[in-house]
């Protein structure tokens, strides 16, 4: 029995759940290490709040919208790898934020 048309209501933006690709131990000894200016390799993440106004918020009124962001645990900075595109504010990539 096969009931075509049935069940196919697909998400039109596709899957947006991002996944920890699992990793085998031979990939982990081939990748490469993502490491801050200072050479630390270990992150923890923290939030940023950015204030949302009412015209560029999606829902249309202002918000207070969480943004994680990574430190580096040795020096206490955003590295410049984790904001490739510039848009943290430069004084949590140059001074201590922890
Ligand atoms: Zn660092």
């Given at each position: 029995m096969n009931n075509l048309?049935?069940?196919?209501?697909?998400?039109?933006?596709?899957?947006?759940a991002i996944q920890a690709p699992q990793l085998t131990a031979e990939m982990i000894k081939n990748a490469a290490n993502i490491t801050c200016?200072?050479?630390?390799m270990v992150f923890s993440e923290k939030l940023l709040f950015k204030k949302m106004s009412a015209l560029i918020s999606t829902s249309g009124r202002e918000e207070i919208a969480p943004m994680p962001i990574m430190v580096c645990d040795k020096c206490g900075k955003v590295p410049q790898v984790f904001d490739p595109q510039n848009v943290l504010p430069s004084e949590i990539k140059t001074t201590k934020v922890l």
């Open positions: 048309g049935n069940g196919q209501k697909k998400n039109p933006l596709g899957a947006q200016e200072c050479g630390g």
